[in-house]
């Protein structure tokens, strides 16, 4: 579903919702969703999830971080007889953390002032991921040049993805970190064989 915004305005632009069918304002009023605002000439992009797209867009509108955005346009994706809050949550995170992948070549702003919230796995995770996020990503948003390629491959290759300070972190990882951050004067030394995670927790170190 797309909607139009207009840049800067003070209002809610609920008036668009005359636009849409009894189905599609009963989602935007009370359906799960994920949603990505977006600016292509200014090169600015919001990634959301909620329940309720009406309530929590009245409270973008009065965020300054979100003004700064101007964002022209929301592409609001739903599943009215599939979706729940851990589907849109998850599909939340897998964009937000392929498209920070990108912006080495998209040149796009992310406003999100956090990285998403990574699911624990639930069963429908590979449906979420294979049937909505990669056709998705193939289709609708590199079609809307909101992506640089489709190919998710390269993408998941890149060093910046494998490293990404959104990574989940394990709970001696979290431990680990949290201690760092309560102290960060002091001094530590981290042991681990290749692949045990050291990497990681230093680039979520250095995001926080």
């Known amino acids: 579903m797309n909607l139009p915004l207009y840049v800067n305005s003070s209002s809610t632009n609920q008036n668009c919702i005359h636009d849409f069918c009894q189905s599609e304002q009963d989602i935007l009023d009370k359906g799960f969703?994920?949603?990505?605002?977006?600016?292509?000439?200014k090169k600015t992009v919001y990634i959301g999830e909620t329940k309720h797209f009406w309530v929590r867009?009245?409270?973008?509108?009065?965020?300054?971080?979100?003004?700064?955005?101007?964002?022209?346009?929301?592409?609001i994706v739903y599943n009215a007889s599939f979706f729940t809050e851990s589907h849109i949550k998850d599909l939340e995170f897998m964009i937000i953390n392929h498209m920070l992948a990108e912006?080495?070549?998209?040149?796009?702003?992310?406003?999100?002032?956090?990285?998403g919230q990574p699911q624990p796995q639930y069963k429908d995770h590979h449906i979420?991921?294979?049937?909505?996020?990669?056709k998705l990503w193939g289709n609708e948003l590199y079609n809307q040049g909101l992506v640089h390629t489709n190919d998710l491959e390269r993408i998941r290759?890149?060093?910046?993805?494998?490293?990404s300070p959104f990574t989940q972190?394990?709970?001696?990882?979290?431990?680990?970190?949290?201690?760092?951050?309560?102290?960060?004067?002091?001094?530590?030394?981290?042991?681990?064989?290749a692949g045990t995670g050291k990497t990681v927790l230093m680039m979520s170190l250095m995001y926080r």
């Open 33 to 41: 969703v994920t949603y990505i605002y977006y600016n292509l000439k």
């Open 57 to 75: 867009h009245d409270q973008h509108i009065h965020e300054s971080h979100f003004n700064d955005g101007e964002f022209t346009n929301c592409l």
């Open 103 to 115: 912006t080495d070549e998209t040149k796009f702003k992310i406003y999100n002032r956090n990285n």
């Open 128 to 134: 979420v991921e294979q049937e909505v996020f990669v």
């Open 157 to 163: 290759q890149k060093i910046i993805f494998k490293y």
């Open 169 to 193: 972190l394990s709970k001696q990882q979290s431990d680990i970190e949290e201690r760092v951050i309560q102290d960060p004067r002091n001094k530590y030394l981290i042991e681990g064989g």
